[in-house]
């Protein structure tokens, strides 16, 4: 099984840039597809980005496309989501997930492991 805890949210202005982290415990992080979802108050959980267990494969939502990057150190157990350019759009709780599978994918429902969640605020 894998644990994971999210990190590096909070209030930013528009334009601004913020780190995520996402820490996993078990010892097979190194084989698990990693994703970021996102969850606007209201609103379905939405595919972020996500990566492979190597890192050499990444897939990302459109809306984040060029300004976010999905980063992983198996050394460390942590993924990563540099977040550039924010938009107040881009205010949700974002969630880590893990699959163990080594295809990433879009869907929540390909994932079997998550975080609590991280708030992030973009202000106007």
């Known amino acids: 099984q894998v644990q994971l805890a999210e990190s590096g949210g909070g209030l930013v202005q528009a334009g601004g840039s913020l780190r995520l982290s996402c820490a996993a415990s078990?010892?097979?992080?190194?084989?698990?597809?990693m994703g970021w979802f996102r969850q606007a108050p209201g609103k379905e959980r939405v595919f972020v980005a996500t990566?492979?267990?190597?890192?050499?494969?990444?897939d990302y939502a459109d809306s984040v496309k060029g300004r976010f990057t999905i980063s992983r150190d198996n050394a460390k157990d942590t993924v990563y989501l540099q977040m550039n350019s924010l938009k107040p759009e881009d205010t949700a709780v974002y969630y880590c997930?893990?699959?163990?599978?080594?295809?990433?994918?879009?869907?929540?429902?390909?994932?079997?492991?998550w975080g609590q969640g991280t708030q992030v605020t973009v202000s106007s």
């Open positions: 997930a893990a699959r163990s599978f080594p295809v990433t994918s879009r869907s929540p429902y390909a994932y079997n492991y």
């Open positions: 078990g010892r097979t992080f190194s084989s698990y597809t």
């Open positions: 990566i492979n267990w190597s890192g050499g494969d990444t």
